[in-house]
C-alpha cells in the first residue's frame, strides 16, 4: 500500500507560478506510475499530468501542456508538479495519485488528501 501527501498549495497571482510535491510512503514507489488530478468547485475530478516509473513517459491534459511539468524522483519517494502562467482557472484542489503497471490519465489505486491551489487576479 502507498500513502501519498501533497505540499506546496497555496495562493498565487494570475501568470504566477507555484510548485507542488507529494510524498510517497514505501519502498516500492518506482513501481507505481503517478499521476495529478485536480477538481475544481462544483466540476468533477480531472486529469493533469502523469508520469511513468521511470520518469521517462508523461503526459499532460490539453489545458495544462507547455505551462505544467511532471517529474519524479524515485530516490525521494518524490512527484512534482511544476506550475507555470497559471491561470484563474487552474484554482482547483490538486490530487496525487499512484497506480500499478503503466502510466494512464485513470484507474488510479492511491490517492492523497489534496492541496488547495488558488490563482487570484
Known amino acids: 500500500q502507498v500513502q501519498l501527501v501533497e505540499s506546496g498549495g497555496g495562493l498565487v497571482q494570475a501568470g504566477g507560478s507555484l510548485s507542488l510535491s507529494c510524498a510517497a510512503s514505501?519502498?516500492?514507489?518506482?513501481?507505481?506510475?503517478m499521476g495529478w488530478f485536480r477538481q475544481a468547485p462544483g466540476k468533477e475530478r480531472e486529469f493533469v499530468a502523469a508520469?511513468?516509473?521511470?520518469?521517462?513517459?508523461?503526459y499532460y491534459a490539453d489545458s495544462v501542456k507547455g505551462r505544467f511539468t511532471i517529474s519524479r524522483d524515485n530516490a525521494k519517494n518524490t512527484v512534482y508538479l511544476q506550475m507555470n502562467s497559471l491561470k484563474l482557472e487552474d484554482t482547483a484542489v490538486y490530487y496525487c495519485?499512484?497506480?500499478?503497471?503503466?502510466?494512464?490519465?485513470?484507474?488510479?489505486?492511491?490517492w492523497g488528501q489534496g492541496t488547495q491551489v488558488i490563482v487570484s487576479s
Open positions: 508520469i511513468s516509473r521511470s520518469g521517462g513517459t508523461t
Open positions: 514505501g519502498r516500492t514507489f518506482s513501481s507505481y506510475a
Open positions: 495519485a499512484a497506480r500499478r503497471g503503466l502510466v494512464a490519465a485513470e484507474t488510479y489505486d492511491y
